[in-house]
């Protein structure tokens, strides 16, 4: 027996607000903007659109860090905007899905400007305050090793106070005091305001990280080289996380939310579902980051990893059956806002590859079990930033203290050099690059030179050129999300199972439901290779999907053209 729900059988559309499209000619995009082009996100069969925080904010960190949860930013719109996007959704029966930036506030924010300003300040315990340790010769030394996700330390001082306060990501990026029941009620009163304003749920950003290991003890010396250690292990999943997570969970449910909570450094399953088993009561699906870590050390982004298909395969794998094994729930996604290009980093952006690899990518990832997501340009197959691109172009505060870090610790040549291939690969930047709508000046994103620099190839790759091309990487996921809806018993509550588990290049999977079998076979191989067909699936077969014009029939040994990709249904 299966557990049928509306948000499972979603396929979610993610927007990054400041590159989808510019509607006042400023050139950063905004939400009029994502209101003009709602007829594109329909036409493309999303059910729920994601849009990543306009609330009011500095933008040290895009928006990520918030000065009032209330409010819109001006840069992006008002809350009138907000109204109209909410209802030119719910008008073509889709859903708005809003980013719920729990973990730390903006500087800027009231609440933190008190607490700076006087101990004394009724908001003081809303964030993390310590006293400097105190080194050999006397100096105010941070409290702790652990090293913030932006570079440097977790802690900022404060001369006012002589005390540091807690960031884990920039030092405009206080973390809030979740230990302070005030700052609880604080939260789930703004998640009840967007609520009741209509909003169908959230994306809970870095919520993993809300219950830290009160100890706040030195993290072990993993990286002797650097003065600042990694230390997920302390804030991730504390002690009291499942206690917060129910708190969230009890307004999500009156409401009939839509939530996915983002986990990253967390690759354990039994831990996750804890957090998404039916019975928990806490949040619909987390976002796990094992797959797109894929290429990086499980402590730095910039550190280069090698990886197989073998992998790839083998750690969707080990997801799919534990939560269908454990009654959870997968959401399921290849980029976000803060990741490189799928194609260019799993697959390939050559000419000749591009569209039938980012086919592949879809294939393998869009009838496995799960809320689907699709990030903004993941449609087209939008590619990374073009290798030639020097570092000026990019704009992301991760990238920037990156590199400036290693600039600042004298790094020689081939360690600058190590990580600038990294950034070209990884950098947060190359998803943030402005949507290509079409082949007008700035790809029709925008009237004026944007804040980001359109990709080189948008005069090819764009959405105007793909959006009636039946054979175009948009017409082929939207015929993925469509399949969805009209095979749901198959493809949505279907049992998963790898077939050829062992096989090196080729990822191909079984979906079943009573007498319906979907097959999806894969290749990661960018030349031809020959795979054997199980018995059980020999014969004509119904070809639903395929990147290759021509497919031929399920004989005993058939070959697998580069990055060939198929769904077959057998009944
Ligand atoms: O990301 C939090 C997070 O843990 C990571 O995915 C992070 O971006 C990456 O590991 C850094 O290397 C969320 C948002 O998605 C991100 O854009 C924000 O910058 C971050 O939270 C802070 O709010």
């Known amino acids: 027996d299966v557990h049928r729900a509306w948000w499972k059988e979603a396929s979610v559309y993610h927007i990054y607000p400041a590159s989808f499209k510019d509607s006042n000619g400023d ?72 980013d719920m930036v729990a973990n730390h506030t903006s500087d800027q924010h009231e609440w933190f400007r008190s607490a700076k300003a006087s101990k004394e300040s009724p908001y003081r315990d809303y964030y993390i305050w310590k006293k400097p340790k105190v ?40 973390d809030l005091n979740w230990e302070n029941p005030k700052v609880r009620r604080e939260i789930y009163e703004i998640m009840r305001f967007w609520l009741t304003k ?62 996915v909570g983002e986990m990253a450094y967390l690759y354990d399953p039994t831990e996750i579902i804890k957090v998404v088993s039916s019975d928990r009561n806490e949040l619909n699906m987390v976002f796990q980051f094992e797959l797109i870590d894929i290429d990086r050390s499980f402590s730095h982004r910039y550190t280069p990893k090698k990886w197989t298909p073998r992998e790839f395969k ?56 799960g809320t689907l997501f699709v990030y903004q340009g993941q449609e087209l197959g939008l590619a990374n930033m073009p290798k030639s691109w020097p570092l000026e172009k990019y704009k992301d505060v991760e990238t920037i203290n990156y590199y400036k870090q290693l600039l600042d610790d004298d ?34 994103f925008s009237t004026v030179r944007p804040w980001m620099d359109v990709n080189d190839d948008y005069r090819e790759w764009n959405a105007a050129a793909q959006v009636n091309d039946s054979l175009s990487v948009f017409s082929y996921w939207r015929s993925i999300l469509d399949l969805r809806r009209t ?20 990822c191909a999977y079984q979906r079943s439901f009573g007498s319906d079998v979907a097959l999806v076979v894969t290749s990661f191989n960018d030349s031809s290779i020959s795979w ?30 580069p990055y060939e990709a198929f769904m077959c249904l057998l009944s």
């Open 27 to 98: 050139g950063v995009g905004d939400i009029p903007g994502i209101v003009s082009k709602l007829d594109y996100i329909k036409k493309l069969g999303a059910d729920v659109v994601w849009v990543c925080p306009c609330y009011k904010s500095p933008k040290v960190d895009m928006g990520y860090d918030i000065s009032d949860y209330r409010d819109i930013d001006p840069q992006y719109g008002t809350m009138e905007d907000i109204e109209q996007l909410l209802e030119g959704l719910h008008s073509r029966g889709i859903k708005l899905i809003m």
């Open 135 to 174: 080194g050999k010769h006397g100096e105010k030394l941070p409290p702790n090793n652990w090293q913030s996700l932006f570079s440097g330390s977790v802690w900022e001082y404060d001369e006012t106070s002589d005390e540091y306060y807690f960031h884990l990501f920039t030092t405009s990026q206080p």
């Open 198 to 259: 209509g909003v169908d749920g959230f994306r809970m950003d870095a919520v993993n990280f809300l219950s830290k290991d009160p100890s706040f003890r030195d993290a072990p010396v993993t990286e002797p080289s650097s003065k600042y250690q990694h230390a997920s292990s302390y804030y991730c999943m504390g002690p009291r996380i499942h206690e917060y997570m129910v708190e969230i969970g009890e307004i999500l449910k009156e409401h009939n939310a839509f939530s």
């Open 314 to 369: 083998d750690i969707s794998n080990k997801w799919q059956v534990f939560m269908q094994e454990n009654d959870g729930w997968n959401a399921l996604f290849l980029e976000n806002h803060d990741w490189g290009r799928s194609v260019s980093r799993f697959v390939s952006d050559k000419p000749e590859l591009r569209t039938v690899g980012a086919k592949m990518l879809a294939t393998f990832i869009g009838f496995q079990s």
């Open 411 to 444: 790094a020689p040549q081939s360690v600058l050099d190590l990580a600038m291939s990294e950034i070209r690969k990884k950098a947060r930047d190359h998803a943030r690059l402005p949507f290509q709508w079409d082949s007008s000046c700035f790809a029709g």
């Open 487 to 506: 095979y749901k018993d198959v493809l949505i509550y279907g049992k998963f199972e790898l077939v050829h588990s062992s096989h090196e290049d080729v």
């Open 532 to 561: 054997i067909v199980p018995q059980k699936f020999l014969g004509p077969g119904k070809f639903l999907l395929s990147n290759y014009a021509d497919v031929s029939p399920l004989v005993a040994e058939i070959v697998l053209r």
